[in-house]
């Protein structure tokens, strides 16, 4: 119960301080407010008669209009005040309107512009964390297995060196090997965007264009992770197999795969699990400068969009369906340990 | 159970492992370029790498030199003739009162490709009225292309020859006068050095006509006194050890540049976060209660606040050059990871005797955290320091990718982002990319390799169990 509570107020912690950041404090409110004032006045110049209006009556206008504006995007109230409101829409994931970013059906709406967004993420990153925890796994569990082996070397050496470069940058360096270095022998992989223009028409197609054009952006995210994923799962597995029961397993001539499935790979799953399902949260997040870098348009991209135009609502709305999933992950894991294994209690850490 | 010990088992792990040892070597050779850029290349960076006008006189995306001896050919590099080396001939013809000013220099031409551009700077002195000019290039086939007549403008006067729209057309009088007709786009430099035949004007199929090449400019002035001095540049495809981008920087300068600023910047977000982290972590076991309850809690709360789009939030609004860029990260990450491992690293040392000893003998808390528990904290954050430099080498690189990073210093970051959105990997201008991206990747490297012997170290639960 004690640790529910926590739960409950480290999520709005977390939420009131990105509504305070990404509002940068009031700041965005200023910059939107002049940049509104700026609008209006620019787009009255433009219309006829304006400059014959005596000078009050353009004051007065401009006042009016501004006001209207002001109060269309909710302006007009304090921003502390705001802050609280917010806090609480957001709380009860009621996303609200974006200030400028639409999404590709029109609407302003957050909640829509996200979840347009979504299936994209999904699709590119939480294929690609699946693809890169089961290499991993696989790869560690052979690893483990013959300590100091060849193999065990040159995967861990991999590991070292790949985990300490982020995907982005092989995403450039394999662009440039695919879009340009081989070029001359023909093979041509896109890489950029997530379908050609203009799109196929036929359902077949259109898939196998998606396909085509995933192709490197997924290699590349898998290819930079996992490395680590299977030296953490080696070491893990390293554990587990320093235990004395595994020695009796061994002692009484169980075969090499069972001792690995029983007795090995079964105590280090909840670590392993922990992992995998973070890993999968943050992969919905999409990865900003990934996407941006293979041009893809996920969530990862509509966040740089969001911070690019200024956008609060859409930067909080995203980080507030993140932080929910996260710590409602985060207690279903506790729940699922504390059925699990005995000796771990929900409340005691 | 032994926790590790000090600083001197660190330094053991680290020359006792092969990883170790080459993460070293290659660090040392890291800083050893950055003391060299900051001795032997006195060059003031920041202005000097802004200012156009001192990379005039490179060429435009240039291949590294050595790029000769891979593919075999022999690659043209950049042909300057200054000034003095222009053979001068002057006369003024009283009767008419006009003055004959002849321009003259010979350059070989014997590479296996076409220069890139050509540029022919023209300084005139004059006092009443603006000389006639006339530039021509004579071949070794004895043809002479005539490739600007007009008065000029100013006294000094840039002809670019490849890009000027009036030279183009009278290269393309030229190639009709030969009797090569053709619409496509006309390059000077090209046709200018090509065989005469009928792939001349196409840039494509031309060949490259090798040989003694003349430049010859005559100026028709009209006061005794009127003089005037040329420069003729024909840039090359090759340039230096590193080439050269699309603004002419010489990437050499940039890239040596860049690895003291990538050490400085990685280093001090490293030390400074890991050292925050270790001793908020120390804190909060050491205290216990009340004062652990809210480092936990605040740790977890930034561990769900979106470090990376708020950096991106705060480096948009805020113009902010690289240093305080670190301090930002470091607010943005005071509680973290480390703080969490460090807790249980303490919990570990506080369960020692020593620790008993010094509270028997009625040390104050304060005295046993500082005296006591962060010493034997070194190692772990000295480990922590070597594993996190990368990420923020990185994090720098993936800011400026973004079009956020500081827009003055050359940073090797800057210097991919640059290349990214300009195209590099498109024309496959793979220098520009593929030598910053090296230098990053062996710099996190050898970080990498060096942390990976400290791994126990940083790691402390997973050995000892």
């Known amino acids: 119960m004690k640790r529910v509570v926590f739960l409950i107020l480290t999520l709005i912690a977390s939420i009131y301080l990105t509504i305070i950041i990404a509002n940068a404090g009031g700041l965005i409110d200023q910059i939107i407010t002049s940049q509104i004032k700026y609008d209006i006045r620019t787009n009255l110049a433009r219309t006829p008669g304006w400059s014959q209006l005596p000078e009050e009556d353009k004051t007065r206008i401009l006042q009016e209009r501004y006001n209207l504006t002001i109060k269309a995007k909710g302006l007009d109230k304090p921003f502390f005040e705001r802050s609280i409101i917010y806090l609480y829409d957001a709380l009860t994931l009621d996303l609200g309107r974006a200030l400028f970013l639409t999404s590709a059906s029109g609407t302003k709406q957050v909640s829509v512009i996200i979840l347009e967004r979504l299936p994209r993420t999904i699709l590119l990153f939480t294929t690609g964390t699946i693809g890169y925890s089961i290499l991993g796994l696989y790869l560690g569990l052979r690893m483990a297995r013959r300590p100091g082996s060849i193999f065990d070397r040159i995967t861990t050496m991999f590991a070292v060196i790949t985990q300490a470069i982020p995907a982005w940058f092989f995403g450039i360096l394999f662009i440039l090997l695919f879009a340009y270095q081989l070029r001359p022998l023909g093979i041509s992989i896109p890489f950029g965007g997530m379908v050609s223009v203009p799109p196929p028409t036929d359902p077949i197609s259109y898939v196998l264009d998606v396909m085509y054009h995933m192709a490197l952006p997924l290699f590349t995210w898998i290819f930079s992770i996992f ?105 279903i894991l506790d729940l699922v340990y504390s059925i699990l294994d005995p000796r771990i209690k929900v409340g005691i850490r | 159970m032994s926790m590790p010990g000090g600083l001197r088992d660190l330094l053991k792990a680290i020359s006792s492992s092969k990883s170790g040892i080459i993460g ?40 590294p030199e050595w790029v000769t001896f891979i593919t075999g050919k022999n690659i043209p590099s950049t042909i300057r003739i200054p000034p003095e080396k222009f053979n001068k001939y002057e006369y003024y013809v009283e009767a008419s009162g006009l003055k004959y000013i002849t321009l003259d220099a010979r350059f070989d031409f014997n590479y296996d490709d076409f220069p890139s551009e050509l540029t022919v700077i023209l300084y005139a002195n004059y006092s009443k009225s603006r000389p006639l000019v006339t530039i021509k290039l004579v071949r070794p086939d004895t043809l002479e292309a005539t490739l600007y007549k007009n ?109 003291p600023v990538a050490l400085a910047f990685g280093l001090s977000a490293a030390i400074a976060t890991s050292i925050i982290q270790s001793f908020l972590g120390a804190l909060s076991a050491w205290y216990g209660g009340i004062v652990d309850e809210i480092v936990q809690r605040v740790t977890e709360i930034y561990m769900i606040l979106p470090f990376l789009p708020f950096l991106i939030l705060i480096s948009l609004i805020y113009e902010i050059n690289l240093w305080v860029l670190i301090v930002i990260i470091i607010a943005l990450s005071l509680f973290g990871g480390v703080t969490k491992t460090a807790r249980s690293v303490t919990f570990q040392i506080m369960s020692e005797q020593y620790i008993e000893a010094a509270i028997s003998y009625g040390a104050s808390k304060l005295r046993i955290l500082f005296l006591y528990i962060m010493p034997r904290l070194l190692p772990y954050i000295v480990a922590n320091i070597v594993l996190a430099v990368p990420a923020y080498v990185f994090l720098e690189a993936a800011l400026s990718v973004l079009g956020l990073g500081d827009p003055l210093v050359p940073t090797w970051g800057k210097i991919i982002s640059d290349a990214y959105s300009s195209g590099a990997v498109i024309h496959g201008w793979w220098w520009w990319i593929l030598l910053p991206a090296l230098l990053i990747m062996i710099t996190a490297m050898a970080f990498a390799l060096i942390g990976y012997a400290l791994d126990k170290y940083a790691n402390p639960k997973l050995r000892e169990r």
């Open chain 2, 151 to 259: 008065v000029i403008d100013n006294p000094v006067v840039y002809f670019y020859i490849s890009t000027d729209n009036a030279i183009k057309e009278n290269v393309y009088n030229f190639l009709l006068i030969l009797g090569t007709n053709t619409n496509r786009t006309i390059y000077p430099e090209k046709c200018l050095f090509a065989i005469n035949n009928e792939n001349m004007g196409n840039s494509n199929l031309a060949q490259i006509l090798k040989g003694s090449y003349r430049i010859k400019i005559e100026l028709i002035a009209t006061d005794e006194s009127d003089t005037a001095n040329a420069e003729f540049i024909s840039y090359g495809q090759v340039q230096g050890l590193a080439g050269t981008d699309y603004k002419r920087h010489d990437l050499f300068i940039g890239l040596v540049w860049g690895a």
């Open chain 1, 227 to 331: 490395g680590s994923w299977a030296y953490i799962t080696r070491n893990l597995a390293m554990q587990s197999s320093a235990e004395d029961y595994v020695m009796a397993a061994k002692a009484k001539g169980l075969s090499e795969n069972q001792i690995i499935n029983r007795y090995i790979l079964r105590p280090s799953l909840p670590p392993i699990i922990t992992s995998i399902s973070l890993s999968l949260i943050s992969s919905w997040q999409g990865a900003i400068i990934t996407e941006t870098v293979f041009a893809w348009p996920g969530l990862g991209t509509l966040f740089y969009q969001a911070i690019e135009s200024l956008d609060p609502p859409v930067i909080i709305g995203l980080t507030v369906v993140y932080a929910y999933l996260l710590v409602i992950t985060i207690f």
């Open chain 2, 24 to 63: 070293v070597a290659i660090l040392l050779i890291i800083t050893g370029v950055s003391v060299f850029a900051i001795i032997f290349v006195p060059f003031d960076v920041v202005s000097k790498w802004n200012n156009p006008i001192f990379w005039l006189e490179n060429p435009r995306v240039a291949a």
